[in-house]
């Protein structure tokens, strides 16, 4: 429970800092963008594997809310796929490690 209430605001202020990036007018690098979302939510939910969904909304919400408040660009919702991937890869990786070395 501890390691829940100080990894959601870490991870969210991690999400903010990459929609932050994303959002510089000379920044156009997609791949890196989707790449830091996959590995900061996979990370999230290898640290803590409950509630993967949690980490994906805190690292991947801010992209999709900032196009949505500039442009109304309802669209970019897509973008949560990535977190969401991510989250679920790493809290899945947690659990199978768990389960192989019998530590639960």
């Known amino acids: 429970m501890r390691a ?3 990894l959601l605001p870490l ?4 999400g903010v800092a990459v929609a ?3 959002s510089r007018p000379r920044w156009d690098d997609t791949g890196v963008t989707v790449g830091l979302l996959v590995l900061l939510a996979a990370t999230c939910g290898m640290l803590v ?3 993967a ?3 994906a ?3 991947g919400l801010w ?3 900032h196009a949505i408040v500039t442009r109304g660009d309802f669209l970019m919702l897509v973008v949560l796929a990535f977190p969401f991937i991510g989250a679920y890869v790493g809290a899945a990786a ?3 490690g768990g389960a192989l070395t019998g530590a639960g």
């Open 4 to 6: 829940e209430r100080l």
């Open 11 to 14: 991870s969210a202020a991690a």
């Open 20 to 22: 932050w990036i994303d």
């Open 49 to 51: 594997p409950r509630h």
């Open 53 to 55: 969904w949690r980490w």
């Open 57 to 59: 909304l805190a690292v």
């Open 63 to 65: 992209i999709p809310l």
């Open 94 to 96: 947690r659990r199978l």
